[in-house]
Structures are given as C-alpha cells and as structure tokens.
C-alpha cells in the first residue's frame, strides 16, 4: 500500500518532467526547421540581388507582386522624379547599406510613369548638414532599384511630423496619402529603393544593398537539446534518490 502511494507521489514530477522535455524538443525541432527556411530565404535574396534588372512590371500586374516572393528584387523604370513634395525617413545607419552611418534621413518622392501611375522612390541617404541639389524639372530620368514594402510601425514608433515631412518608418503610402502625391488607387503597393544614378555632387546618396541576415538557428537548436538532455539527467538522479517502500508480500 505504502508503495502504490509513493508511487502516485511520483506521477505528477514524472509527468511534469515528460512535458518539459517535450517541449524543449520541440524547441530544438522548429529551429532546424527555421534554420532549412532561413537557408532558402538567404539563397533567394542572394540570387536576387545578383540578378541583372528587369523593368518594373506594369500597373495592371503590381497586385501580383508579393513580398516573399518579390522583395529585392532589381528593376529598373523611367519617369519624372517630382522634387516639390519630398518626404524623409529618420536614420541612423543602416544594416543593408555598409556606406551609411551617423544620423540623417532617407529621402522619398513620387515618380510620375508615362502611364500616369505613380512609384514612390526612396532617392537615398542625406546626411544631417548634407546639402540636397536641385533635380532637372519635369525631366525623365532612368532609375535603377530594389523592390522594397512597407514598414508597420511599432508601438514605440513617433508619431510623423507632417509639418516637416518627417516619418519614421519607411510607409511610402502613408507619405502619398499624406502629401497627396496621388490618388492611392494609382501608386504601386510597394516602393523602391534605388541603386542608381548617383548624383554627382551633394545627396540623396543611392547604392547597392547588401542583405545579410542571421542564421543562428543551429545553435538554438542544439542548444534546446542540450536543455532537454539535462533535464533529464537530473531527473534521473533525482528520481534515483527517491525512497521507495518494499513492496510488501501477502
């Protein structure tokens, strides 16, 4: 009797430690799986970013351009780069852009297409005390970029100084809508980033993007299967030095 009573003392740690390493398990599974999709996403960017441009697609497909499927992608587009009502983005640096640092702002315009419709253009970095030279008024230009969407902004993301056209993330919508740059019905869903031309003196400062992210996901893995490996151990020797009763003999 005494036995079968400790031996129900002992299910509710046996159970607790089954499910603790379970799910630390788990853990260490979903980060290989992690670790094959971020192998492939790093493959796609990089394949991306190597590609010779293609010409922007026209309006009538921008709804079939998909972020997994589309961003960074290079392109290139010619148009008229409408100065009047730029926007900026606050910066400090930048982790795809190796050539930037310090603070300064990220310089937005619409680009009016031969087709009426309208792309918004991140023109590149100014730095704070950069001067910004007049572009050629109502002159088509050839630009070549990268497919970029939206950022959300966070929770602890300012409030846009409408005022002084001053964002804090890169929501080329909000700028359009804001600035009335276009009906929203005629600005492509996305924006872009450009690589080229570079101005020959002064800012925005274009230039190539360089992605390069984090691929940790191993370690994480190993790292929960070691956390489960020793959660078992010390339940082993824990359960070890638990006293059982004889059983007893009739």
Request: no cysteine; net charge positive; charged share 20%.
């Amino acid at each position: 009797m005494k036995r079968a009573t400790a031996g129900r003392r002992l299910l509710v740690p046996i159970a607790t430690t089954v499910v603790i390493v379970a799910v630390l398990l788990s853990l260490g599974v979903w980060q290989l799986e992690r670790r094959v999709d971020k192998l492939a996403l790093i493959a796609a960017l990089d394949d991306r970013l190597a590609a010779a441009p293609v010409a922007l697609p026209p309006a009538a497909r921008w709804g079939a351009v998909r972020k997994a499927r589309d961003e960074f992608r290079r392109v290139t587009l010619t148009g008229v780069i409408d100065a009047d009502e730029q926007a900026q983005v606050f910066a400090s640096g930048s982790p795809l852009r190796k050539d930037v640092s310090g603070t300064g702002v990220w310089v937005f315009a619409p680009v009016r297409l031969a087709s009426g419709e309208t792309v918004v253009v991140n023109r590149g970095f100014l730095a704070d005390g950069q001067e910004m030279p007049p572009l050629p008024a109502n002159e088509p230009v050839t630009l070549t970029g990268y497919i970029r969407f939206p950022e959300p902004p966070g929770w602890l993301t300012p409030h846009a100084d409408r005022t002084k056209h001053l964002w804090f993330v890169r929501d080329h919508l909000a700028m359009a809508q804001a600035l009335g740059w276009a009906d929203p019905q005629h600005v492509a869903p996305f924006y872009i980033d450009l690589e080229a031309p570079v101005p020959t003196g002064g800012g925005p400062k274009p230039g190539p993007l360089q992605v390069s992210l984090k691929n940790d996901h191993l370690q994480y893995a190993v790292t929960w299967f070691l956390l489960a490996a020793a959660v078992t151990i010390a339940f082993g020797f824990w359960l070890r030095g638990q006293k059982l009763p004889p059983s007893s003999s009739l």
